[in-house]
Every structure is written in C-alpha cells, then in structure tokens.
C-alpha cells in the first residue's frame, strides 16, 4: 500500500487538489448563494433539492448531538422510546458543530466539503491500483468526479411520481441522477456527509480486499473488516454488498488458482466477525425497540422500473460493457477487472432483489463502470491513432472538442442539479425559504426546557421543528413516522376542518400533544384556533403561532 501511493508523483496530486477544490466550490456555491441570497423576512433553511426533507431529518440528528446528546432518537414520531441509535457519522458532524458553535445547516455543509477531499484521494489512489499508466489514472479521476447520466434530456419524458388518492407518493418515477443522490460521486458529495463516508469505506474495503487477495495477506483482510465494522454502524444496508462481491470473488479466485489460502480465508473470517459487531448491534435494536423495527419496515426504497437507473447511468453504462467486451475477446481480463464485474453483477441484482432496500444498490456503481469505460476509451484512443485515415482527421484530436463532448455528454446533469437549485434560491421558494416569523417560532420553541413535550403542525413544517428545535414532533416524514398516512390523515383534519372543538381537544389529549405550531399559509385572516378555549397562545406573529394546549 505505501508504494501504491509513493508510486503517485507530484504532478499526479496536483490534478487531485485541483479538482477537489472544484468539486468543492460547485456543490457548494448554490447553498452559498442561498444564504446570500436571505433577506429580512425569507431566510434560507440550508436544503437543496435532493432528497429534501432527508436533509432535514439530518439536521435533527446534528441538532441532538450538538445539545448534548450521545445517541439519537428519531425525532419525527410521537411513539415512546426506549432505545436510541449510536451512529458513529451523525456523531462526530455533530460533535464538531458543538465544538464550533455552529447550526446543525452549517454544521452540516461544512462536513461535506471536509470530507469530500477525503473520498477524491481514495478513489485517485484505487485507480492507481488499477492502472499503471498515468493518462488513465488522470482521465479517469476526472471522469470519475464530474461524470452523470442522460437525466438532463430525458426529464421532460418522465414524471415526478403517481400519487394515491390522499396525495401521499407511491412511486418515484425520475432519473436516478436527478433523484439517487449515491449514484454518482458528484451527487454524493452534493448531497450529504454519510454518503460520502459510505463511498470512502466501501472503496477502502474492497482494495484492501483486492490487496489481500493480490497478497495473500490475511492482515489486508482484517483491515477490510474493521473498515466495515465502521462502514455497518450507519449503513448496514451494504452487508450484502461487501459480503456478496468479496464472497464470489474469493470463490472465483481459490477456483481460478487451484487453491484454498487458509490463513488467507481466516484472515476473511475474522474481519467479517468484527464487520459483525455492527450488524448484532442493528438486530438487537430492531429486536428490542418498537419505534425502530417499526420504522425501518417503512423504510422502503424500491426501484420499480430499470429505466430511470439506466437513464441515470447515461454513456457510462454502454461504455462499460463495450471496455468489458473488450477486454475479453483480447484476454486481458485480469483478476481486478474480474472483481468489477462481479461488483456490477451482485449490485444489479441487488437492485431487483427481493428486499426493501434496492435503489440504495446504485451506490459504488459508478466505480467499476467508470474503470471499464476506461478501458473502452483507451482502446478507442489507440484505435483512432493507429488507423492511418482517421489519424490525419484533425479534429478528433483536438482538447477542447473533447471537453466539450465530455461536458455534454456526461455532465449535464450535474449541471441541471446546480441550477436548479439556483433557479429555486434566486425565486426564495417556500421550500427552500421560512419566513422570519416562522423561525422566531421555531426559536421560542426552542427554548422551552422539556424536550419531551410533543408539537403537532403542517407535513413541511413538522420537518422544521426537530431540525431547528430539538423538539419531538406528532407527525412530519414518510419514513420517520410512524403509521405515517393515519397520522397524515388525522394531522389535516386537525388543521384544514372547523367545528368539532370536543373531538379535536379529546385527540390531543390522547395523543399528549403540548403544542400546536400554526404556519398561517392556509390563507385565513385569522388561525382557526384562535378562540378555542382549549388552548392558550404562547406565542403570536402575523405569519406564525404556538398554542399551547390546557390539560387542567
């Protein structure tokens, strides 16, 4: 490993902090621009438009952290917890937020770009492994970093997903390079800092597992094991992707080399028992805590059509497989690139396993199609070279068409992701913008000492208040609540119905709820709950109030 990365020159790093520090100002320039872009009464949350509400239940893990708390608790769900969660991501952003002073927002965005050098030197130094020569190393990291698929075009073809008759989303229909924030390590560290520590451990595990095999060193083994002991602690949906490709590729390489390795397959073992530890800790949890096996069976992230992937993957996929074929029919199918494919494989068929979590299964795809698309473009190359008429046509040589065939080809979606995100901070939309009466709720809110009492407000609200507060509340995300629909359903009689005063009260009683968080967007000159002798305003401004409810 230390000649590995002695074997990098100097030249070879700049090109790494060059394009980090790119990668860097662009996934963070729109967020920039929308805290600039604040004013007295629209003041910019710190959301972009990946995943939104996700964001938000991220702040709420920082925010726990940075009030002192060790482990986290899910924040969007009225239900009574006994167990909270150690993850070891959420963890230390928080506690760096709390060492610093920060909000959970800044807090948040600032990991990302701390982090995000640490996964462009991993995959700079994994494709110095793969490939000796320096123009592939190079083209390929740059490939790597700004590389997407065909959503940019395709979007106007798809929809944004169907919805059941009480307006809850059933089915996402979109280009997963406009949606899957893990399938592309632009999108990656655009998005959020667990994704980008889940890319850094996934690449470090499967090297040193190359080493190992490469080796025959059960020391690489066991550091690839306790990589994963890591790596399972905040995401386990991974274990069957780590042990799927590093178990087939190991019985392909014992049948490849007509032997079995013991101290090598022990060295294998012991890792996968220490990877272990983290996986009995997430059965325990799910085992002993209602709210947690509860909502990990929400948890349902399936991929119910394989066009918006393949969209998502764009010209990296057809170019894998053509450097595939490649280097099959000229026999340089070596061991590593073996192990790619088998990555692919198990991945792919992951993404349409029977299990709750296939679209997470685009993560690390990336990798091993930009590594045989690599191996296309370098045969094409030498191709276009060594063919005599071809060789005398100028143009296809010339830099600047290929930065431009680059760009258009495989950028465009990144591209359309920054500026949305733009577009939406330029025009302060509602999504992305709380008014300031809003947040001094939120503040007072805030500030009430018992962290256990419940408030209940609008769905997009209702993200706002854990994330802000610290506070708990009744119902808020479609996966961090519990019995999300009845509780969606219970939430807008609430608000959007008068009478009833008698059942209202009983519901809030029954549900100890302390607070109601009022938003005034439903365009009433005065909140419905105004002369309800059941509450008591606590809190009063024109875009926003607190009622407090009276359990005399």
Request: charged share 15%.
């Amino acid at each position: 490993m230390i000649n590995l990365i002695k074997s990098i020159t100097r030249s070879e790093w700049k090109l790494v902090c060059l394009v980090t520090i790119v990668v860097i100002i662009l996934t963070q320039l729109p967020i920039i621009f929308g805290y600039l872009n604040s004013t007295a009464d629209q003041v910019y949350i710190g959301i972009h438009s990946q995943n939104t509400v996700d964001i938000l239940v991220y702040f709420s893990y920082i925010k726990q952290i940075i009030d002192g708390h060790v482990l986290l608790y899910d924040n969007f769900t009225s239900e009574a917890q006994n167990f909270g969660t150690f993850n070891i991501v959420w963890f230390l952003v928080g506690l760096m937020g709390r060492l610093l002073g920060l909000t959970p927002g800044i807090t948040f965005h600032l990991a990302r770009a701390a982090l995000a050098p640490f996964l462009l030197v991993s995959i700079y130094i994994f494709l110095s492994y793969i490939f000796k020569d320096q123009f592939r190393r190079r083209f390929g990291f740059i490939f790597i970093s700004f590389a997407s698929g065909f959503g940019a075009y395709s979007s106007p073809f798809f929809i944004t997903g169907f919805y059941d008759l009480n307006n809850i989303l059933r089915q996402a229909w979109w280009p997963d390079d406009l949606a899957r924030t893990e399938i592309s390590i632009f999108n990656t560290i655009y998005q959020s800092p667990h994704f980008i520590l889940s890319w850094i451990c996934m690449l470090w595990i499967f090297l040193l597992a190359l080493f190992a095999f490469e080796k025959r060193s059960p020391i690489y083994a066991v550091l690839s094991g306790l990589i994963a002991l890591i790596f399972f602690n905040f995401h386990p949906y991974f274990v069957p992707v780590i042990f799927g490709v590093v178990g087939l590729y190991g019985i392909y390489y014992f049948l490849r080399h007509q032997l079995i390795d013991w101290k090598l397959l022990g060295g294998f073992v012991f890792g996968a028992m220490i990877a272990s530890i983290s996986i009995g800790y997430h059965f325990f949890l799910l085992k002993n805590s209602y709210v947690i096996s509860t909502r990990a069976s929400q948890n349902v992230t399936l991929v119910f059509y394989l066009w918006p992937t393949i969209v998502g993957f764009g010209a990296q996929l057809p170019l894998a497989l053509l450097g595939f074929f490649w280097l099959y029919t000229r026999q340089e199918l070596e061991d590593k690139f073996v192990f790619f494919a088998i990555w692919l494989l198990v991945s792919f068929m992951l993404l349409f396993a029977p299990i709750q979590f296939q679209s997470r299964y685009t993560q690390g795809m990336q990798f091993p199609l930009v590594v045989f698309s690599m191996c296309a473009l370098s045969f094409l190359w030498q191709y276009l070279k060594s063919n005599a008429y071809l060789s005398k046509v100028k143009f296809l040589f010339n830099p600047y068409l290929v930065i431009m065939i680059f760009i258009l080809m495989f950028c465009m979606s990144n591209i359309f992701n920054i500026f949305r995100d733009f577009y939406y901070c330029a025009n302060r939309i509602s999504l992305f913008y709380a008014n300031k009466d809003v947040l001094d709720g939120l503040d007072w809110l805030q500030r009430q000492s018992s962290e256990d009492r419940l408030v209940v407000a609008r769905e997009y609200y209702g993200h706002l208040i854990p994330s802000f507060t610290g506070k708990k509340i009744y119902f808020a995300h479609g996966h961090e609540t519990l019995f999300y629909d009845m509780k969606k359903i219970e939430v807008n009689y609430l608000f959007d119905s008068a009478g009833n005063l008698e059942k209202k009260y009983s519901w809030l009683l029954n549900r100890n709820i302390s607070y109601i968080f009022d938003d005034m967007e439903d365009g009433l000159a005065v909140s419905r709950f105004e002369l309800q002798p059941y509450l008591r305003k606590v809190f009063d401004a024109p875009k926003a109030k607190i009622y407090e409810v009276i359990k005399n």
